[in-house]
């Protein structure tokens, strides 16, 4: 070898071992960033992992690991399929491909399985991308947020519960107003009461030969306005409550009472109206005056909402199988109609105080509120099945006495 060759050689030789110092402390550069990224992914509270295309694991963090009971090592080439049900794995596949084919983040709330515990988990899905800009897999990172969801959950329904308490609070204010007014009315409408009753007295000594339907209709007329007393003095409650008197009511009497005072209405109507009731003497233990308040303001309500032609059934049973009070043998008062039915999203609305569908001079909307208050106090239930344009079912439902 030639002296000049030996220089050049020599020359190679200093500029390899340059080369082989820069690449080494390139590899040390690179061994030291990649010690921080993993001292910084291990500590990170985050589960953390990396995808091919084709959602199959390249790598995750310990912490992700953890979760499926394995090394970070061993989830290279494996999927979502080898540690998660059918469903859920496949729920995963399909944001992947989302991600893949949008080439956009994915921010994403979804289920995870913990230790065999369904948790809920805030995914964030990167899109990675080569030198050449082509997608070639996914970076994930998610974190717990059972706690935060529930956390959440409380606080709606801590908002919700002081919405309905604010409510009520109206609500009350109204009815404390409306007491009020009824104390102040109650005296205008009694007397107009007594007249007609003593009028109504009055003719039935002036008239005690008169034929048999003028003594029925005198007598339904003095049935009517104490009735019509009695309710009134319930409608005051609200104003200065007082004792009630419980008695076993019969409920094939009730509904009796209730056809045969409808039936004036019905005829005028044109409206038919018939009973069904029970053989067997069912009872509910009440306040026999309000229990007829309840049945006749819904039997009113059916009348007013089936035009003429329809056809009301008032039908009287026991439920046996609980069904219908909460596993308790029921009592049943059913009032049929087929009537213009009730659209569905007033359904919500039945019950509440000045809620009505009538014009303001027929209804004031307390009827059916009151009713309900009414079977409250009994432990009972009005439950209401409507479809509109075909009738309308109300069953009044109560513990059966013993």
């Known amino acids: 070898m030639t002296e000049k060759n030996q220089m050049q050689l020599l020359e190679e030789i200093k500029l390899l071992k340059k080369r082989i110092e820069e690449l080494g402390k390139v590899t040390e550069e690179l061994r030291k960033n990649e010690t921080k990224f993993r001292i910084l992914t291990e500590n990170l509270p985050q589960k953390i992992f990396l995808k091919d295309r084709n959602s199959v694991y390249i790598s995750c963090n310990k912490n992700y690991a953890r979760d499926l009971n394995i090394s970070p090592d061993e989830i290279a080439g494996k999927m979502d399929y080898d540690f998660y049900p059918k469903e859920l794995a496949e729920k995963y596949r399909t944001d992947d491909k989302r991600c893949v084919e949008s080439g956009k983040t994915e921010n994403i709330e979804e289920k995870y399985i913990q230790e065999g515990k369904e948790r809920i988990v805030q995914t964030v899905k990167v899109p990675i991308r080569d030198e050449r800009g082509e997608i070639t897999g996914i970076l994930g990172i998610f974190w717990d947020i059972t706690e935060r969801k529930a956390a959440e959950e409380a606080l709606k329904k801590a908002y919700a519960e ?14 404390a107003a409306l007491g009020r007014f009824a104390t102040g009315i109650a005296h205008e409408v009694k007397n107009p009461l007594g007249i007609i009753l003593g009028g109504a007295e009055f003719l039935e000594t002036k008239l005690p030969k008169a034929d048999k339907t003028v ?79 309840v049945i006749f303001n819904i039997a009113i309500n059916s009348i007013d909402a089936t035009p003429k032609g329809g056809e009301i059934t008032i039908r009287t049973y026991k439920e046996k199988t609980g069904a219908l009070l909460k596993g308790r043998p029921a009592c049943v008062i059913e009032i049929i109609d087929t009537g213009a039915g009730i659209p569905q999203e007033n359904m919500a609305k039945l019950f509440e105080p000045f809620f009505t569908t009538k014009e303001r001079t027929v209804g004031k909307g307390l009827g059916l509120f009151i009713a309900k208050t009414i079977m409250d106090n009994y432990g009972g239930e009005i439950i209401v099945d409507s479809v509109e344009g075909k009738g309308t079912d109300v069953k009044v439902v109560l513990p059966c006495a013993p």
Do not use: H
């Open 162 to 175: 002081l919405k309905e308490t604010q409510q009520e609070l109206i609500i009350s204010t109204k009815i």
């Open 215 to 293: 003594r029925e209709t005198l007598a339904k007329i003095r049935e009517s306005v104490l009735r019509a007393d009695s309710i009134l003095k319930s409608f005051l409650l609200y104003a200065k409550p007082s004792p009630v008197k419980i008695v076993k009511v019969p409920l094939n009497d009730l509904a009796r009472e209730v056809s045969s005072l409808a039936g004036y209405k019905t005829f005028s109507e044109n409206i038919g109206l018939k009973t069904e009731l029970t053989e067997e003497n069912i009872c509910v233990e009440a306040d026999r005056d309000q229990m007829y308040q």
